[in-house]
């Protein structure tokens, strides 16, 4: 059975990965936590491939997947949904069909029980609808639920924690969230030592002399394949 973990838990497992790669995580859930949701900003930022209900809704879903706390900002200031939309007409472009039905569902889910649009739902209400849709009680979704669950919940830690030049990590709030410094191509003796915290250096993995922007858009593996 599909059982949420705690947030700690989660950021100890992507803590564990190399976070200048966009790469997928079965990682699990997140614990639910029970304030309300800031809303969805006023000044949206243009969008690519979701309308702006879907991005609204996306927005909320990603909000509660790796919220933000005291102690660090979580996928929606990072950006989540905002690098799914602009990922779903490049490197995941085949799960475009699946955000169409999926989103759809998961807000008429979410009118069918609460009478109001997932994202205008208050934290812990969002929760179980969330916590349905993982654990296939949700109904109105093309297949199991739980397999959209599980699409977002993926797409939702590439863009909280992949490398910013992918379109998401914004302003390395996700890097900073699990205490990785950044990508370094040399380090001194001091940074060598046992229990030294490396400052954080917040530059991409593209911003170096050789391998930089530049060289990637001109590569054909280039950012359309999200990877390291």
């Given at each position: 059975?599909?059982?949420?973990?705690?947030?700690?838990?989660?950021?100890?497992?992507?803590?564990?990965?190399?976070?200048?790669?966009?790469?997928?995580?079965?990682?699990?859930?997140?614990?639910?936590?029970?304030?309300?949701?800031?809303?969805?900003?006023?000044?949206?930022?243009?969008?690519?491939?979701?309308?702006?209900?879907?991005?609204?809704?996306?927005?909320?879903?990603?909000?509660?997947?790796?919220?933000?706390?005291?102690?660090?900002?979580?996928?929606?200031?990072?950006?989540?949904?905002l690098y799914i939309d602009r990922a779903l007409g490049g490197?995941?472009?085949?799960?475009?069909?699946?955000?169409?039905?999926?989103?759809?569902?998961?807000?008429?889910?979410?009118?069918?029980?609460?009478?109001?649009?997932?994202?205008?739902?208050?934290?812990?209400?969002?929760?179980?609808?969330?916590?349905?849709?993982?654990?296939?009680?949700?109904?109105?979704?093309?297949?199991?639920?739980?397999?959209?669950?599980?699409?977002?919940?993926?797409?939702?830690?590439?863009?909280?924690?992949?490398?910013?030049?992918?379109?998401?990590?914004?302003?390395?709030?996700?890097?900073?969230?699990?205490?990785?410094?950044?990508?370094?191509?040399?380090?001194?003796?001091?940074?060598?030592?046992?229990?030294?915290?490396?400052?954080?250096?917040?530059?991409?993995?593209?911003?170096?002399?050789?391998?930089?922007?530049?060289?990637?858009?001109?590569?054909?593996?280039?950012?359309?394949?999200?990877?390291?």
């Open positions: 059975m599909i059982t949420f973990i705690s947030r700690r838990e989660l950021l100890k497992r992507a803590g564990l990965l190399t976070a200048a790669a966009a790469v997928p995580v079965d990682s699990g859930s997140l614990n639910a936590q029970t304030t309300r949701p800031s809303a969805p900003s006023t000044v949206r930022p243009p969008l690519e491939q979701l309308s702006a209900s879907e991005f609204d809704t996306l927005d909320a879903v990603v909000a509660r997947l790796i919220p933000s706390e005291p102690n660090g900002l979580g996928a929606r200031e990072a950006g989540a949904a490197a995941l472009a085949s799960s475009r069909a699946a955000y169409t039905s999926g989103l759809a569902a998961l807000d008429r889910y979410a009118r069918s029980k609460t009478g109001r649009p997932f994202a205008e739902l208050q934290a812990d209400a969002q929760d179980g609808v969330l916590v349905d849709t993982e654990r296939d009680v949700a109904t109105g979704f093309d297949g199991p639920s739980s397999a959209f669950f599980a699409l977002v919940r993926s797409h939702t830690i590439q863009g909280t924690f992949c490398d910013p030049f992918y379109g998401g990590n914004a302003g390395f709030a996700g890097w900073d969230l699990i205490g990785y410094p950044g990508v370094r191509t040399s380090v001194d003796a001091d940074e060598q030592r046992l229990g030294i915290v490396v400052p954080p250096n917040h530059k991409s993995a593209y911003e170096g002399a050789v391998f930089n922007r530049a060289t990637a858009d001109n590569s054909p593996h280039d950012r359309s394949h999200h990877g390291d």
